[in-house]
C-alpha cells in the first residue's frame, strides 16, 4: 500500500527487478483489478524489468473516489519516490487504462513507452457504442451489481436516455445513484465518465511516436474502426493478437505478456547500447 498525500491509501503492488533496467507499469480497465491479468511477475524481473501494478482509487484495495486526475496524481507521487532517475518507464493500460497513462503522460511527461490494450480512447462513446450494438447489457450488469438496488439500475439504464446532460439532471440520477452505491459512489463515477466523459484523442497523437496499440480480433465495448483510422493517421503501430477473442482479452493475457516482453527486452537492449551511465536507482 501507499499513502497519498491526502492520505488515501493506494493499492500498489511492486515487485521490484534485482538488476533493474526498466519499469513496467500496468493501469486496469475501470472497476478492474490488476489481479485479473495475471502479470507474469517473475520473467519480467529475471528480465531486469520492476513490475508495479497499480490500482487507482475506488479499485481492488484502493480508498477513495474515482477522479482521473487525483488518480493521476497518485501514480506520479508513487513514482517520484521511487527515484527513477533514467530508468526507462513502461506504461501498460487496458480499456479505460489506455487513456489513463496517456493522460498521465500529457501530465508529467515521464514515460518510455506506451503499450495500450484493447483502448478506449472515449468513454462517452464507448457507452454509445454499446447501445448502438445492443451489447449494452454487458456494462449494465456490471454497474448495477456495485449499486443495492439492480432492479432500479436495470430500468434505468435500459435505454441511452439516460446519458443526455439534461435527462441526467432532471432526474438527478448521480444523487439517486448515490444514495445506493456502497464506499464507491457510482453516481458520481457515472457522471464523470458518461456525462462529463473523458477523451484522449490529442493524448494519443502527442504520443504517437511512443504508443504501440494491442487489439482483441472483436471488441464489443469500442469500435475498432476508430482506433485504427486513429493509429492510420498519427502512424502508430498497431497489432492484432489472434488469440484474443474479446475486450477483456479472456484467456489471452500470457499472448499479451509474452508480446511485451519480447519488445520490452528489443527496446531496452536497444536503449541500453545507446546509453552510458545509467543510474539505477536503490
Known sequence: ???????????????????????????????????MYRLP????????????????RGHAGSGGQFDLTRCIDDLNEYLESL????????????SAGASAVLKYGTFYKLSYRYILVSPVLDSIESYKYLYMNQHQPEINTLISSLTSNKEFMHKLLENNEWMKH???????????INAIS???LIGSLMEKLFIEGYNAFQDLKLHREKTTILLPVSDNWYPMTVTSELAAQNGINLETIIEAKDHYFTGAWKYV????????????????????DITVAP
Open 1 to 35: 500500500m501507499f499513502t497519498a498525500s491526502d492520505g488515501i491509501q493506494i493499492d500498489i503492488r511492486e515487485n521490484p527487478a534485482p538488476v533493474q533496467k526498466a519499469i513496467l507499469v500496468l493501469w486496469p480497465c475501470m472497476t478492474g483489478n490488476t489481479d
Open 41 to 56: 511477475v517473475g520473467d519480467f524481473n529475471i528480465a531486469g524489468i520492476s513490475v508495479v501494478q497499480f490500482n487507482p
Open 83 to 94: 527515484h527513477i532517475k533514467d530508468i526507462p518507464l513502461w506504461f501498460v493500460g487496458h
Open 166 to 176: 439534461e435527462v441526467w439532471e432532471k432526474k438527478f440520477c448521480r444523487i439517486k
Open 182 to 184: 456502497g464506499n464507491l
Open 257 to 276: 505478456w509474452q508480446r511485451i516482453l519480447e519488445y520490452m527486452r528489443l527496446q531496452n537492449d536497444t536503449y541500453f547500447k545507446s546509453s552510458t
